[in-house]
């Protein structure tokens, strides 16, 4: 029984190993689908600002962070729009999902009765600030012009985003990896581009969410403000914001690889270690102690755990002129054993497991092959 238990330990840890670096080759590798969604279109032109047409600047801008993004190797774009339509709200997320797309980005124009402006990014949740909700309800009006949209967002009303407080929330499992899309686009267009940073916020957008992956929501800049409603218009600013967007994107997709990477690496937890300690079969031999011996040193460490990578209860013995330093102490055989794998996982990899008997080393191989139990 014993044996069987180690073996499917020493699997485990195999198999973790194994996992994280074919997983690594795989994520690498593997096709990162982006889903771009130009706001508005067909008879919902979006704002008109300035006699700006938001449902073209967005089409427009789309293609161009498309056509960037296409010629990443592993990266595949979908549109929802590539030409001048209506789609439902619930379309387009429907469209991200049956991609199964790694992330979700839609793009729009602002506009406001006064002369504000700048740029901002929109992750989905509930707006902290009165503030924001104007360019959530106009986002959203757009619900409005679709047929039997009061069947289709049961409990939803564009203009009291609170009324969504109660619907679920599918994005919240997502919003880390939103807000940091989120903030490497608006960075990106902020610093790059010397834009006004409205920053990175939080609010109910109809069309985020739906989305089954991290999703977020580009405002280019104010239509109706008179300088930033031509940059944003011109070939120059919807180029340039094109590429910050597009920039933002691939870093992202850096940045995730390098996460993932990290928290492939097979070093197994301190919970991990506790559970198969938990789980595992006791295997006692009577009147034996059994420690994980980590090093022997002619130097006196203190035995707290940030001298020994974090592992605990380590002892120390003067033995022979030399402190040997002990890690564990039970008489369960198939304790001692995960202990070892963690200690070998934490920096130890050459330490071997000792048993004594009244304070007397014994040798291993004949403990376990006396079956003293
Ligand atoms: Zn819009």
Known sequence: MRTKILLFFVLAITALTLASFIGHNNDT??????????????????????????????????LKVG???????????????????FLELHERAAIANKADADVFVSIHCNSHHTQAYGAETFVMGLS???????????ENEVIFLEDDYEEKYVGFDPNSPESFIGLTILQEEYLDQSIM??????SNMVNNLKRKDRSVKQDVFWVLHNTYMPSVLVELGFLTHKKEGPYVN?????????REIANG???????LLLATAESQNPVITEKEIEEAMEKAEEDIYEDVVFKVQLLASKKKIETFAYNFNGLKEVNRHLEDGLYKYYYGKTSDYNK??????????NGYPTCYIVAFRDGEKLKLSQVLKSGDK
Not at 44 to 51: L, M, T, V, Y
Not at 181 to 186: D, F, S, V
Not at 234 to 242: F, I, T
Not at 336 to 345: C, E, F, G, N, V
Request: net charge positive; proline share 2%.
């Open 181 to 186: 899309l989120a903030g490497l686009i608006q």
């Open 67 to 85: 056509k960037i993004l296409e010629k990443q190797p592993y990266i595949k774009v979908i549109y929802t729009r590539k030409t001048d339509v």
């Open 29 to 62: 590798n593997k096709t990162f689908v982006v889903v771009l969604d130009a706001g508005h279109g067909g008879k919902d032109p979006g704002n008109r600002g300035n006699g700006y047409k938001e449902k073209d600047i967005a089409l427009d801008v789309t």
């Open 249 to 255: 994107i691939v870093t992202y997709r850096k940045n």
């Open 128 to 138: 902290k600030s009165k503030q924001n909700l104007n360019t959530a309800k106009k």
């Open 234 to 242: 011109s070939k120059k600013g919807r180029e340039q914001l094109a």
């Open 336 to 345: 001692i054993r995960l202990m070892q794998t963690y200690a070998k996982d």
